[in-house]
């Protein structure tokens, strides 16, 4: 078995549940092409990595999509927000025997391969490791053994959340990644090429 656990926390493509803050300012259906180009961006950076990959799906398991089942475990999120559902899915993993784990989002188009890489070799001299975003929070979070308070009286989706657990660490031993953009809002996009017929 695999000592080391990508979880990737994604959302099930349906029009109108995706980017919503994006959306007010694009539309739904703009906002789902951007959220499924950065699907595909993610399976392209996570498929070749050496490290077991799990899919969490938000809403229900997908067997025929991007993500190919050879190549990625799946499973359901579980839990109110998403605190809760991040803790179970790290504490289903230590339980499984997985001994280095890491989570990320689907929203990077900055996010490589080297940049996971890096997070998991990090993590044999820290405890925890973080991928700090442009708008406070964080894109990515690895760690060797689970901390409850991380996942708990967070104000998810602001811009405080990096500093707050960053606080509930002290006096761990915490490492940082590079700090990437985070696509939420309208402002995330501006200058990405690929992006730009979305703000006509």
């Known amino acids: 078995m695999n000592r080391d656990l990508l979880l990737i926390f994604a959302r099930n493509p349906v029009l109108g549940k995706v980017k919503t803050r994006l959306a007010k300012s694009i539309g739904d259906e703009n906002a789902l092409e951007i959220y499924q180009h950065l699907l595909k961006h993610t399976v392209s950076v996570t498929k070749g990595l050496k490290a077991d ?4 799906y938000s809403e229900k398991l997908v067997d025929d999509d991007i993500w190919p089942n050879e190549i990625f475990l799946k499973t359901v999120q579980s839990g109110n927000d998403l605190g809760q559902r991040m803790q179970h899915a790290f504490q289903t993993a230590f339980e499984e025997g997985y001994q280095r784990v890491v989570v990320i989002g689907t929203d ?78 309208v402002e995330d996009i501006v200058g990405i090429e690929i992006f730009k017929k979305y703000l006509k």
């Not at 490589?112 to 894109?139: M, S, W």
């Not at 053994?145 to 915490?174: A, C, R």
């Open 53 to 56: 990959k799990r899919v969490c």
């Open 108 to 185: 990077l188009l900055e996010l490589k391969q080297t940049h996971i890489e890096e997070a998991f070799r990090k993590l044999d001299n820290c405890d925890f490791v973080f991928g700090p975003a442009d708008d406070g929070g964080y894109y990515l979070l690895g760690m060797r053994e689970i901390i409850p308070k991380l996942f708990t009286q967070k104000k998810w989706g602001t811009n405080s959340v990096l500093e707050d657990s960053l606080k509930d660490l002290f006096g761990e031993k915490v490492c940082l990644l590079e700090t990437l953009n985070d696509i939420d809002v």
